[in-house]
């Protein structure tokens, strides 16, 4: 895997931290990786503001991922999604147990394979890039 460098940015925060939300956007030069690399590098990026969140609160949360990515028609590239497509993961429950680098490549394959089936249903688009990878986190 490359070694590629994120710095989430905190989007907002409620009821005293139970609830955030994350981003990380996609610097151009990224979309030059292969996309499962750039989404698992990502995805792994959250890892720690996850378990601290897990710690500090109640060692109970789910998350959920999702991608901003821009598809074009091939017969057109200029013709592109705008605003970007959003495709999300299902929830994922972590104890402090859980084997979270586990859980995060396996949400950054669920999202590639989401991309993947985007491009298959025969709408004629295709990936063109990665804007950014959202992160709701969610304390219980």
Not at 28 to 50: G, R
Not at 77 to 84: A, R
Request: aromatic residues 12%.
């Amino acid at each position: 895997m490359h070694q590629l460098s994120f710095t989430p940015i905190k989007r907002s925060s409620g009821f005293g931290g139970i609830a955030t939300e994350w981003s990380i956007y996609y610097p151009k030069e990224y979309n030059l990786c292969d996309h499962i690399t750039l989404l698992e590098s990502s995805a792994l990026a959250m890892k720690d503001i996850i378990q601290k969140q897990l710690y500090e609160k109640t060692l109970k949360l789910k998350y959920t991922m999702n991608i901003h990515a821009v598809f074009t028609k091939p017969v057109n590239p200029e013709v592109k999604t705008e605003p970007p497509v959003v495709l999300w993961t299902d929830p994922t429950v972590v104890y402090p147990a859980t084997d979270l680098e586990k859980c995060l490549i396996d949400d950054a394959k669920e999202l590639y394979n989401k991309i993947e089936e985007y491009e298959g249903i025969g709408s004629g688009w295709v990936i063109d890039y990665l804007v950014r990878l959202d992160t709701g986190i969610y304390s219980f």
